[in-house]
T-cell receptor, first 113, second 113 residues
Framework: DQQVKQNSPSLSVQEGRISILNCDYT??????FLWYKKYPAEGPTFLIS?????DKNEDGRFTVFLNKSAKHLSLHIVPSQPGDSAVYFC????????????FGTGTRLTIIP | DVKVTQSSRYLVKRTGEKVFLECVQD?????MFWYRQDPGLGLRLIYF???????EKGDIPEGYSVSREKKERFSLILESASTNQTSMYLC????????????FGPGTRLTVT
């Protein structure tokens, strides 16, 4: 039972354009969401997060949007740069009494120069 | 900067061998986690630990055990390695209660032949 889903395994975007990565979740108890970026042969690194009390969080070129009614979040990267080419994972956690994260399956983003 | 290190980057073992994967973090984090990453399946939680000598099963604990004798060290043990345990293994740590961002090590690529 995949509680966090990333339906696009891959995405290609021209350098300078906007990249939009999507994530859907099914568990309404999730109240905190994170995006991680992973390069080959490295561990994932934390990128940006959002609490369910917000619908938007921005950090430089990265913005995460949360639509609670649709159980959907998205990561916008603008402008996209070649160094953004990586696998992106969304993750979710909730007030379950622990800090366990549930990860999506990942989206491989390729920025075309 | 948080540093999470894993004992090996690449490991090749034979079926039936006992395998130890070691993880050390230097930030005095209470929480530590072991994941495996497989194509199309994302990151799946194997085991986690909230404190020394404490452990809890994640989503896919079968065939694995863990040990946490010291706060900074969390070991993953494959009692009898099988070919379906060939994977990328990732260790992570995080601050205690209420903080969800996890910091990952570089990963161990384990091949079981």
């Amino acid at each position: 039972d995949q509680q966090v889903k990333q339906n696009s395994p891959s995405l290609s975007v021209q350098e300078g354009r906007i990249s939009i990565l999507n994530c859907d979740y099914t568990n309404s108890m999730f109240d905190y969401f994170l995006w991680y970026k992973k390069y080959p042969a490295e561990g994932p690194t934390f990128l940006i997060s959002i609490s369910s009390i917000k619908d938007k969080n921005e950090d430089g070129r990265f913005t995460v949007f949360l639509n609670k009614s649709a159980k959907h979040l998205s990561l916008h990267i603008v402008p996209s740069q070649p160094g953004d080419s990586a696998v992106y994972f969304c993750a979710a956690s909730g007030n379950f009494g622990n800090e366990k994260l549930t990860f999506g399956t990942g989206t491989r983003l390729t920025i075309i120069p | 900067d948080v540093k999470v290190t894993q004992s090996s980057r690449y490991l090749v073992k034979r079926t039936g061998e006992k395998v130890f994967l070691e993880c050390v973090q230097d930030m005095d984090h209470e929480n530590m986690f072991w994941y495996r990453q497989d194509p199309g399946l994302g990151l799946r939680l194997i085991y986690f630990s909230y404190d020394v000598k404490m452990k809890e099963k994640g989503d896919i604990p079968e065939g694995y055990s863990v040990s946490r004798e010291k706060k900074e060290r969390f070991s993953l043990i494959l009692e009898s390695a099988s070919t379906n345990q060939t994977s990328m293994y990732l260790c992570a740590s995080s601050y205690p209660e209420g903080v969800y961002e996890q910091y990952f090590g570089p990963g161990t690529r384990l091949t079981v032949t």
